[in-house]
T-cell receptor, first 115, second 113 residues
Framework: DTAVSQTPKYLVTQMGNDKSIKCEQN?????MYWYKQDSKKFLKIMFS???????INETVPNRFSPKSPDKAHLNLHINSLELGDSAVYFC??????????????FGSGTRLTVV | AQSVTQPDIHITVSEGASLELRCNYS??????LFWYVQSPGQGLQLLLK????DTLVQGIKGFEAEFKRSQSSFNLRKPSVHWSDAAEYFC???????????WGAGTKLIIKP
């Protein structure tokens, strides 16, 4: 009955590879997000989708591409991985217009290590 | 521009002692304010939130926070900390008009036995 689930939890890969992280939420929320948390714990929003439509696209390299097949899923695909991509990536969801009521619900994170 | 400042990078308190974590925000209108906790290796969990009404809000795990408009602050407090409270704490501010929360840099709470 996990609310926001991400897979995999850990991902170790070599530079230059392409990888994907999957996220699914069963809360009925219509807005989903990807955040990157660096080694200093700083949270940086990367993307936000509302009902499968991209609404926030912060300055991230083009190698990062989100895909939302439906409003319950938001996947993150990363091409040509670099050492600097090593971080913890969090998926989150919220209900449009109800952020104040419920805030965000976060997944447990995916720790990506590029070697 | 909206911003959130958590002035303390680390705070160390003894188990059983009281705790106050500081959060200051910059926002033109009445903000929606949140505190989240991140335990080691875990995602972020909502502790409490404020958007209107009583300026002293109660949250989970015995935490409370007070909204002070005059000081643009939303400090988190707990009367007696437990070793299990050791974690990273994040303050965030948001507006219902958009989808984005603005996050503080976090405060790491260390508990001394």
């Amino acid at each position: 009955d996990t609310a926001v689930s991400q897979t995999p939890k850990y991902l170790v890969t070599q530079m230059g590879n392409d990888k994907s992280i999957k996220c699914e939420q069963n809360l009925g929320h219509d807005t989903m997000y990807w955040y990157k948390q660096d080694s200093k714990k700083f949270l940086k929003i990367m993307f936000s989708y509302n009902n499968k439509e991209l609404i926030i696209n912060e300055t991230v390299p083009n190698r990062f591409s989100p895909k939302s097949p439906d409003k319950a899923h938001l996947n993150l695909h990363i091409n040509s991985l670099e050492l600097g991509d090593s971080a913890v990536y969090f998926c989150a969801s919220s209900q449009r217009g109800r952020t104040a009521d419920y805030g965000y619900t976060f997944g447990s994170g995916t720790r990506l290590t590029v070697v | 521009a909206q911003s959130v400042t958590q002035p303390d990078i680390h705070i160390t308190v003894s188990e059983g002692a009281s705790l106050e974590l500081r959060c200051n925000y910059s926002y033109g209108a009445t903000p929606y304010l949140f505190w989240y906790v991140q335990s080691p290796g875990q995602g972020l969990q909502l502790l409490l939130k404020y958007f209107s009404g009583d300026t002293l809000v109660q949250g989970i795990k015995g935490f409370e926070a007070e909204f002070k408009r005059s000081q643009s602050s939303f400090n988190l407090r707990k009367p007696s900390v437990h070793w299990s409270d050791a974690a990273e704490y994040f303050c965030a501010v948001g507006a219902d008009s958009n989808y984005q929360l603005i996050w503080g840099a976090g405060t790491k709470l260390i508990i001394k036995p």
